[in-house]
């Protein structure tokens, strides 16, 4: 198990991997990216993340995310999952933080085996590539689409719910 806690200050790293449990407590960089990871990050049981701070702060993650559960806390925060994502647990994975969250990228998936839900999210949803569940409801609410975007509950009974998609400019 793995907890970072940088305070007012900067979690910057390349890779985690098969750590049992990731947990980011709280980081802030009103200059920059508070958390920014530019390989792989790799948990056993689980991903949360928090944000725990008093000012709006920019969590990145620029290579693929894996874990059997992924927990968004609520929070002054921003998202971006860069690299695609898999969640392969049967949890609906909800994003409730306040500032903007961006999925994938070009040419890359995000899945999320026991559904997903962006409507609780605060600011602007960004999505990038494939955008999938297995079977499983996928909630986006309004959404801009990045890039070409797939969105998909695969060949099970999951429901697709929107509110307005807009083309990015």
Request: aromatic residues 4%.
């Amino acid at each position: 198990s793995l907890s970072l806690d940088a305070g007012a200050g900067q979690i910057d790293g390349t890779t985690i991997a098969d750590v049992t449990t990731l947990t980011i407590v709280d980081a802030e960089d009103g200059a920059g990216n508070a958390v920014d990871f530019s390989g792989a990050v790799t948990a056993t049981t689980g991903i949360s993340v928090n944000g725990a701070g008093a000012g709006a702060s920019t969590y990145v993650f620029d290579g693929q995310v894996t874990a059997p559960v992924l927990t968004t806390n609520t929070g002054v925060y921003a998202l971006q999952l860069n690299g695609g994502t898999t969640v392969s647990g049967g949890a609906l994975t909800t994003f409730d933080n306040t500032g903007a969250l961006t999925l994938g990228a070009a040419g890359l998936t995000s899945s999320f085996a026991g559904g997903l839900s962006t409507t609780g999210v605060g600011s602007t949803v960004t999505l990038n590539g494939t955008v999938a569940t297995t079977g499983t409801n996928l909630d986006l609410g309004a959404a801009t689409l990045g890039s070409a975007v797939t969105v998909t509950t695969g060949a099970g009974a999951g429901d697709i719910a929107t509110g307005a998609l807009t083309a990015a400019s």
